[in-house]
């Protein structure tokens, strides 16, 4: 009896759905936000062996991470003053981060900073443009038009609840 996995773009959550038989064509409803199309996820499985630990992936990094590194630190300490009931502090912010490291953003998260330096509600952006910002990565390094920086946006939650199919 199958254990199915399905996503919910909407919540960013991955789901377990258990199955009395096999399944390939149902797909269920999201738990939690009702949303009728989930999209069936590939299950993670273990690999047995030993993984390299001294590779980080750090060195093929096309920034400097010291430098990375120092204007992290510096917009940490900024952001621990910003008020959070201001939108335009907090783009003022992402502004300084991708002028200090180089960084460019994709076009959708370039609108939604014109929009919050404008003063409109982070919320409110969200809802309209959440579905464009979710498909781009936010970052893109310059001289590379439209290919990722390899910032990846959080990983999907996960609920360990198991749903009947």
Do not use: W
């Amino acid at each position: 009896m199958p254990i199915y996995e399905f996503y919910c773009r909407q919540c960013h959550t991955i789901y377990n759905f258990f199955s009395r038989t096999v399944n390939t064509t149902k797909t269920p409803h999201c738990p939690r936000c009702k949303t009728p199309r989930l999209s069936r996820q590939m299950s993670a499985f273990a690999i047995t062996g030993r993984a390299r630990q001294d590779d980080d992936g750090l060195d093929d990094l096309p920034f400097d991470e010291t430098k990375m590194e120092k204007a992290m630190a510096m917009l940490a300490a900024e952001a621990e003053n910003i008020n959070e009931d201001d939108p335009r502090q907090g783009a003022n912010l992402m502004r300084k981060l991708t002028d200090m490291t180089g960084l460019q953003m994709g076009p959708a998260m370039e609108e939604a900073l014109a929009r919050m330096e404008a003063g409109e509600d982070p919320e409110q952006i969200e809802a309209e443009m959440g579905d464009l910002l979710e498909g781009e990565d936010p970052f893109i390094l310059p001289g590379q038009k439209g290919r990722p920086a390899g910032f990846r946006r959080r990983p999907p939650r996960r609920d360990e609840t198991l749903y009947d199919l």
